[in-house]
């Protein structure tokens, strides 16, 4: 079975300051990773996606992420935070002929000014 | 604008009566789910629809039905609703079930609360 644990429910960070939300799976098999983002009052936007080949995932706004398979993470970052990243992240598996995604707990990005 | 399409955005509920959420997609995806999204849980699968005519179960499908109308609609019904329904609900879509590679694409959500 698969499952996606969100390390810390609520990460705070000041305005130009390195954004890491981390990410870490089980899974019998390699994964498919993914992370989405969702705004206030909003549904969920896909951010990136790891399925096959580089294991460095560049995504929309400037973040990206890492699928390490000897840590089982896949931890997201952006260099530099700005205040319209503020939202909630949540973290995402799937396997080959799953039939849904497995969503972690979610993660919610504050920055300050 | 191409997405998913959900209705009601807001709904209030005594406890007993019935609702349909409705949802509809313009993406041609083959697939498409519910989820529902409660504080500190992320979201649970409560059904899904791999291809038209066809539903299964999900996580959390007690006390909701389903119908897959056609390829584009795809509509959750809360027979008696309950406190423990009240809950965000988002409708998703995605390409194939086989090619779950490709992401979802969600709709805006519908908030319900049952009172």
């Known amino acids: 079975a698969q499952s996606v644990t969100q390390l810390g429910s609520h990460v705070s960070v000041s305005e130009g300051a390195l954004v890491l939300l981390r990410c870490n799976y089980s899974?019998?098999?390699?994964?498919?990773l993914f992370w989405y983002v969702q705004y206030p009052n909003q549904g969920l936007q896909l951010l990136l996606k790891?399925?096959?080949?580089?294991?460095l995932v560049k995504g929309i706004n400037g973040f990206e992420a890492e699928f390490k398979k000897s840590e089982t993470s896949f931890h997201l970052t952006k260099p530099s935070a700005h205040m319209s990243d503020a939202a909630e992240y949540f973290c995402a598996v799937s396997l080959t002929g799953a039939n849904n995604l497995f969503f972690g707990t979610g993660t919610r990005l504050t920055v300050i000014p | 604008n191409a997405g998913v399409t959900q209705t009601p955005k807001f709904q209030v509920l005594k406890t007993g009566q019935s609702m349909t959420l409705q949802c509809a997609q313009d993406m041609n995806h083959n697939s498409m789910y519910w989820y529902r999204q409660d504080p500190g849980m992320g979201l649970r699968l409560i059904y899904y629809?791999?291809?038209?005519?066809?539903?299964d179960k999900g996580e959390v499908p007690n006390g909701y039905n389903v119908s897959r109308l056609n390829k584009r609609e795809f509509s959750l019904r809360l027979e008696s609703a309950a406190p423990s329904q009240t809950s965000v609900y988002f409708c998703a879509s995605s390409e194939a079930v086989l090619r779950a590679n490709y992401g979802y694409t969600f709709g805006s959500g519908t908030r319900l609360t049952v009172v």
């Open positions: 899974s019998s098999v390699p994964p498919y």
């Open positions: 629809s791999a291809s038209e005519g066809t539903t």
């Open positions: 790891y399925t096959t080949g580089a294991t």
